[in-house]
């Protein structure tokens, strides 16, 4: 007997006419990102400190018919943060997801500590599945967080690593 006021496991996958922003979506992990959510149904807004990036990500994705919007952000600057959400909830009424994805620039980073290939040799040898995420390995536990099936998952980093973290 199915009970009219349970809601199928898929459905709460859905994302359709979500607002998502998503910081530093002009690298590499940000524009998977903002693929994975835009494949969703997100309307993505993406954006970095390097605006010219953003643009032809945001493109990329309308050719594929998805919504998608390229903006200047600097997560290191609170004027600049305050004035974007601003605009966001301006513009579209809401923020529905935020995927903080923006790094801000410290130093040197590990593999440049211990050399490239030391590093990668290193990483798949000492995580248990052996090798880099790679784009559906991050897709998926995006989707998630940003879906009502994680409605009840709060203060919580899920480590997509591979098993990095284990040792």
């Known amino acids: 007997m199915k009970n009219d006021f349970i809601i199928s496991v ?59 919007s390229g903006h200047d952000l600097d997560v290191g600057s609170e004027p600049a943060m305050r004035e974007f959400v601003a605009w966001v909830v301006a513009e579209y009424g809401r923020i529905d997801t935020l995927a903080n994805n923006a790094v801000l620039k410290y130093g040197s980073g590990v593999a440049e500590s211990f050399g490239e290939n030391e590093f990668v040799g290193n990483y798949k040898r000492f995580t248990p599945m052996g090798r880099f995420a790679d784009d559906e390995d991050i897709k998926g536990p995006i989707v998630f967080l940003a879906s009502s099936a994680a409605s009840y998952v709060t203060w919580h980093t899920l480590i997509v690593a591979g098993g990095w973290t284990s040792w």
Request: proline share 2%; glycine share 10%.
């Open 10 to 68: 898929l459905e709460k996958f859905k994302l359709d006419r979500q607002i998502a922003v998503v910081t530093g979506s002009a690298g590499l992990y940000g524009e998977l990102i903002s693929t994975a959510l835009a494949e969703a149904g997100v309307r993505v807004i993406i954006s970095s400190r390097n605006g010219k990036k953003c643009e032809p990500v945001a493109s990329s994705l309308r050719q594929q018919g998805l919504l998608a």
